[in-house]
């Protein structure tokens, strides 16, 4: 059973373009969620994070939105730049997890210059 | 502090063998998880530790998987009668506490043939 989904294994999109990469969640008790960027033969490095008390965070060219009725959040990046080609794991936290993060399979983003 | 640092960061061994692999965390992270990622996937929680106590274990982790973390510092994770399915990448992780990001190392690749 799955408690944190990301649909879409990849994405395509143009360089200067916005990406948009969806995760939806089944656990309402989740509070906390993650995006993690993992390139080829490393480990996975912190990307932004959003508190449930929050429907929004920014941090430069990376926002995620949080829709906690459809429990549901997507990570913008604005404008894509190549360097950006990577795994996305979206991660959450809360609900009887410890503060252990779940996690999904991931969407692999490849930015065209 | 260099971050969190794992070794080896590659490991093949034949079916059978035991195998031991290291974490050694940020020095002020009082929490150490393990989790694996196999291809295609997010990674998996196996277990943590808040200092040197185990607080938790996945049912992934099999009786012939042990962790340990004597000293609340380093940790090992040690696999008994490597099986095939036990090929993965195993990654280490260190946070503050619950609900902040965790930082991971690279990963430690295990090919058991």
């Known amino acids: 059973d799955q408690q944190v989904k990301q649909n879409s294994p990849s994405l395509s999109v143009q360089e200067g373009r916005i990406s948009i990469l969806n995760c939806d969640y089944t656990n309402s008790m989740f509070d906390y969620f993650l995006w993690y960027k993992k390139y080829p033969a490393e480990g996975p490095t912190f990307l932004i994070s959003?508190?449930?008390?929050?429907d929004k965070n920014e941090d430069g060219r990376f926002t995620v939105f949080l829709n906690k009725s459809a429990k549901h959040l997507s990570l913008h990046i604005v404008p894509s730049q190549p360097g950006d080609s990577a795994v996305y794991f979206c991660a959450a936290s809360g609900g009887g997890s410890q503060g252990n993060l779940i996690f999904g399979k991931g969407t692999k983003l490849s930015v065209k210059p | 502090d260099t971050g969190v640092s794992q070794d080896p960061r590659h490991k093949i061994t034949k079916r059978g063998q035991n195998v031991t692999f290291r974490c050694d965390p940020i020095?002020?992270?009082?929490?150490l998880y393990w989790y694996r990622q196999t291809l295609g996937q997010g990674p998996e929680f196996l277990t943590y530790f808040q200092n040197e106590a185990q607080l938790e274990k996945s049912r992934l982790l099999s009786d012939r998987f042990s962790a340990e973390r004597p000293k609340g510092s380093f940790s090992t994770l040690e696999i008994q009668r490597t099986e095939q399915g036990d090929s993965a990448m195993y990654l280490c992780?260190?946070?503050?506490?619950?609900?902040?990001?965790?930082?991971f190392g690279s990963g430690t690749r295990l090919t058991v043939v």
């Open positions: 959003i508190s449930s008390i929050k």
């Open positions: 020095s002020e992270h009082n929490r």
């Open positions: 992780a260190s946070s503050p506490g619950p609900n902040y990001g965790y930082t």
